[in-house]
């Protein structure tokens, strides 16, 4: 079992910023995905960014792109999300997840299936 612990929501006025931060206890974060996904009242959770064990992939959703950024601290065992220009719509408890999984399509990733352990959420919220 890995713990997952998200920390850094709070309270941010639109066009603000905000810097997520989750830190996994498992030996295997280095070769693992990782992704943040975001679910706000009465809505489905959904993706918002994935990066892959080295880094050097990331996804996005059309609706964060440009404005978010995932990035990992493999020596910290800590992925973040830092979030600009942010927006009420973006309102939302977000979620940190592991994947230990390989998949060939990347697509995968954009999926709460792919993902193996999560953390309990931060929240995030944006006024006008």
């Known amino acids: 079992q890995e713990r997952v612990v998200e920390a850094g929501g709070g309270l941010v006025q639109a066009g603000g910023s905000l810097r997520l931060s989750c830190a996994a206890s498992g030996r295997t974060f280095p070769s693992s995905h990782l992704g943040w996904f975001r679910q706000a009242p009465g809505k489905e959770r959904e993706f918002v960014a994935y990066i892959n064990w080295s880094g050097l992939t990331t996804y996005y959703a059309d609706s964060v792109q440009g404005r978010f950024t995932i990035s990992r601290d493999n020596a910290k065992n800590t992925v973040y999300l830092q979030m600009n220009s942010m927006k009420p719509e973006d309102t939302a408890t977000y979620y940190c997840?592991?994947?230990?999984?390989?998949?060939?399509?990347?697509?995968?990733?954009?999926?709460?299936?792919?993902?193996?352990?999560w953390g309990q959420g931060t929240q995030v919220t944006v006024s006008s």
């Open positions: 997840a592991v994947s230990r999984s390989y998949y060939s399509n990347d697509y995968t990733y954009r999926t709460e299936q792919a993902y193996d352990f």
